[in-house]
């Protein structure tokens, strides 16, 4: 447990080293702050792809098993915008803290669901590596944090790693 966090903690201030590092170009039009989202999740597969040195089937196969779970979890993650919505107004309206619970409990679940679809997407991705490529992956920083998750996306919410 205590060498995961250590390795969790270095490939995170390794991503964000990287991440000041370069300077983004300027988008030729104004983006919305998803598409930005989006952009970067797309460099990220892309930087993986090259440090695990994936075929180009492998390449194919990783992009349609993210794209599925993006379609998949789309619907989910507009629920759970409403929901976090819904809980922003309940606390500026006073709702009892029964009105809160069953707020909080759905967006539990919720984020459980979107969790499970991105779970099971990088468990498809990851058996597609050979061993040479699941070892050289788990160094960089794990198959499920780090190297496919880019680190953990505090403040972007459930879904924002699609």
């Not at 029964?98 to 990851?126: C, E, P, S, W």
């Amino acid at each position: 447990m205590k060498n995961s966090l250590v390795r969790f903690a270095g490939m995170a201030a390794l991503a964000s080293g990287m991440m000041f590092a370069q300077a983004p170009a300027p988008p030729a039009q104004p983006q919305s702050p998803t598409q930005r989202w989006q952009h970067r999740r797309g460099r990220m597969l892309d930087r993986m792809a090259t440090k695990l040195n994936l075929t180009d089937s492998q390449k194919e196969q990783a992009h349609s098993i993210m794209q599925s779970a993006r379609e998949s979890a789309q619907p989910i993650t507009q629920q759970l915008k409403q929901n976090r919505q819904a809980l922003h107004e309940a606390i500026k309206a006073g709702k009892p803290d029964a009105d809160i619970d069953q707020l909080a409990a759905t967006t539990g679940n919720l984020t459980g669901q979107v969790t499970a679809i991105r779970t099971k997407a990088f468990a498809k991705v990851y058996a597609l590596l050979t061993p040479e490529q699941r070892t050289k992956a788990d160094q960089l920083g794990g198959h499920r944090r780090g190297m496919f998750m880019g680190g953990h996306e505090h403040g972007h919410g459930a879904g924002a790693g699609f």
